[in-house]
């Protein structure tokens, strides 16, 4: 995954958060909205709420691990993602959090394509 991917700026989040679906499971809350390009592109929060640096920046890199190991296959064109840490996130299992991060972009998938369809 190249940094072509990556969601930088606010607009990309705030737009996500207004206009997209939501996913919410026990480790992760993950947003999606289709966007203007062609390419997927995706973005990371940890909010101090979660916890202290440490505890931020080990949900930030397991939560990069994740979308490069799922979503990059299976990532719908044109869609932004937003993966929200939760307090949950720095210490479920991997497995755990592999499992609902698949669930859950399977519901978003499923949601995109029947707002698709309806207009």
Do not use: C
Not at 49 to 64: E, F, T
């Amino acid at each position: 995954m190249s940094d072509k991917h990556i969601i930088s700026a606010r607009p990309g989040f705030i737009r996500a958060r207004n206009h997209g679906e939501k996913a919410i499971s026990k480790t992760v809350i993950i947003q999606a909205v289709r966007g203007d390009g062609d390419s997927w592109r995706y973005g990371l929060t940890a909010t101090k709420k979660i916890g202290n640096a440490v505890v931020r920046n080990r949900v930030r890199r397991r939560l990069r691990a994740v979308a490069r190991e799922i979503l990059a296959p299976i990532a719908m064109s044109g869609v932004d993602y937003v993966f929200i840490g939760r307090a949950t996130t720095a210490a479920s299992s991997w497995s755990a959090l592999v499992t609902e991060v698949e669930k859950s972009l399977k519901y978003l998938h499923r949601k995109l394509g029947d707002a698709e369809k309806q207009g």
